[in-house]
């Protein structure tokens, strides 16, 4: 009997108790769930904030990058055509010294011959049929060593010239391999540190 009666205080209790949890937990539930919604957009809208500025900051440095890359590239374009010039000019005044002085040369020679050619025709007139050969001959021999000198001349500077531009221009190419090289390097750093920051926004997202 008094277990009859106990069980029947407590169903009358528990009658009376679950109406007033389910009120509750109807009351409490969507503050709860409000509650969490709304901590959830925080969360997100911080997330989305925090993943535009690092997209921001990774555009950014990679046009600081990419700005960087361009000037070394054109300061290296630049650097080599200056000193494919130098080279040019360089070796244009050298040809043209070398052709002065073959003519310097060249014109000394004829000075020369003809200075010796008035001498002896002037003491050949006893012997001169004899001197007018020789005197002939010599100067036949001397404008042959003339002409000889001045095309050795030209073709030294013509090859001096070559040399040059062979040597300007393989150091146009090297300089122009190593700036695409460097640009690659910069590129794909730049890339894999795009990815990087992505995983990571990507990850505090999820969270």
Do not use: D, G
């Not at 539930?29 to 921001?56: D, G, H, N, T, Y």
């Not at 040019?88 to 052709?99: C, G, P």
């Not at 070559?162 to 090297?174: F, P, T, Y």
């Amino acid at each position: 009997m008094i277990a009859q009666r106990v069980l029947q205080i407590w169903k009358m209790s528990e009658q009376k108790v679950l109406p007033i949890w389910k009120i509750s937990a109807q009351r409490v539930l969507p503050i709860w769930k409000i509650s969490a919604q709304r901590v959830l957009q925080i969360l997100k809208m911080i997330a989305q904030r925090v993943l535009q500025i690092w997209k921001m900051v990774a555009k950014r440095v990679l046009q600081i990058w990419k700005m960087v890359a361009k000037r070394v590239i054109q300061i290296w374009k630049m650097s080599a055509q200056k000193v494919l010039q130098i080279w040019k000019m360089s070796a244009q005044k050298v040809l043209h010294i070398l052709k002065m002085v073959a003519k310097r040369v060249l014109q000394i020679w004829k000075m020369s011959a003809q200075k010796v050619l008035q001498i002896w025709k002037m003491s050949a007139q006893k012997v001169l049929p004899i001197w007018k050969i020789s005197s002939q001959r010599v100067l036949q021999i001397w404008k042959m060593i003339a002409q000889r000198v001045l095309q050795i001349l030209k073709m030294i500077a013509q090859r001096v010239l070559q040399i040059w531009k062979m040597s300007a221009q393989r150091v146009l190419q090297i300089l122009k391999m190593v700036a695409k090289r460097v640009l690659q390097i910069w590129k794909m750093v730049a890339m894999r540190v795009l990815q990087i920051w992505k995983m990571s926004a990507q990850k505090v997202l999820q969270i």
